[in-house]
């Protein structure tokens, strides 16, 4: 199973959306380390996690090939790097790129409605703009997992009866959505599929190490 | 070459990233047609649209097999449909994830900064709001731009010295620099990769058929 030496190097920070890696890791049964990033001390910022990924966000997969960035890349390659996890359906390309499609919308859409949360600095300097775009997140992530809910997530997984990638995608978005203000109890399919993957041993494992370090 | 029949449908608008994956249709020497959908009209929030794409957004491709969403799936799909262009490294994981990593920042941070230009409102209801977040698009564009220069952008292609899906990509968020307030001659090889690009018949052949249409 294991396709990478040395073990590969993820780079997470709790709470961030390096945990859908760091539960896809667990899922391919991986030989990883897992590597905190102290944003508190902005140590994301620091020359050093700065040579590693000049964004300076997480996650960052190191590998014996080079780094990886960006959290639907990195899923892809380990759904590659590690097929008897069968992560993802890579002998049909119509239904790869739908999962392609649903892990975009997830970064470009839904993840970056809940950024104007915490994040707005990114995008405005004024700071009444900034609570302006934190007053409207609970409509906007709202917006996104209604669709995802009503449109997208054909359970009892994302793509049907097949776990894939974009469950631990799903799952760690998901996490958000009480502090982002979004109404929980609109979202049955989205919070049965929350609770199941809060209860696999990939997701326990990959929480209780982000947790305990 | 043609794997789809009936020929694939894009739905576009004028001047958005729909124009990436008309040019890698083109590049593709894909069979297929090209639907305009008309923003000025609100075209994308119609009954009839949202049925194909519930985002009410373009791009959207209908093949025989399903319609995809998102360009980063859409190309990867077009690349993968049609392998005889060879507009991906298909057969190299690593190398795959990373042009996957490089249109995954093109859709979720470079496109995204760009958006606060025009489509502000989706992130805050406040006129002050939107007005402030139009200011610092210089500043953020700009920057992930330089990230580009500087670290991204390989040369001549943006994954070094092969074509593809990743180059109309860039090719078309670049299209917007100047609108977007950027200082383009601090960018001398996006600039060099946009003329370079604009030569192409694929570039030149998806432009005039939008601007015609």
Redesign the interface.
């Known amino acids: 199973m294991l396709k990478e030496a040395p073990p590969v190097k993820l780079f997470y920070a709790p709470n961030s959306c390096a945990l859908a890696s760091h539960v896809a890791l667990e899922d391919a049964e991986a030989e990883y380390e897992a590597v905190r990033v102290d944003f508190r001390a902005n140590e994301q910022r620091s020359a050093e996690y700065l040579a590693i990924n000049?964004?300076g966000r997480v996650p960052a997969l190191v590998?014996s090939?080079?780094i990886?960035?960006?959290?639907?890349?990195?899923l892809?390659?380990v759904a590659?790097?590690y097929p008897n996890a069968r992560l993802a359906p890579l002998d049909d390309?119509?239904a790869?790129?739908?999962l392609?499609?649903f892990n975009?919308?997830l970064?470009?859409?839904v993840?970056?409605?809940h950024a104007?949360r915490m994040r707005g600095y990114?995008?405005?300097?004024?700071p009444?703009?900034i609570e302006?775009?934190k007053?409207?997140v609970p409509e906007?992530v709202g917006a996104c997992f209604g669709?995802i809910e009503h449109?997208y997530l054909r359970g009892p997984w994302v793509m049907g009866e097949r776990y894939t990638i974009a469950d631990p995608y799903l799952f760690t978005l998901a996490q958000w959505l009480e502090l982002d203000g979004v109404d929980v109890a609109k979202l049955p399919r989205v919070a049965d599929h929350r609770a199941r993957m809060a209860e696999r041993p990939s997701v326990r494992k990959a929480i209780a190490q982000e947790t305990a370090a």
């Open positions: 000049p964004k590998t090939k080079g990886l960035t960006e959290t639907p890349a990195i892809f390659f590659q790097s390309p119509f790869l790129a739908q392609q499609a975009s919308y970064c470009a859409t993840h970056v409605a104007h990114r995008w405005a300097d004024d009444s703009a302006a775009m007053k409207k906007s669709l449109e």
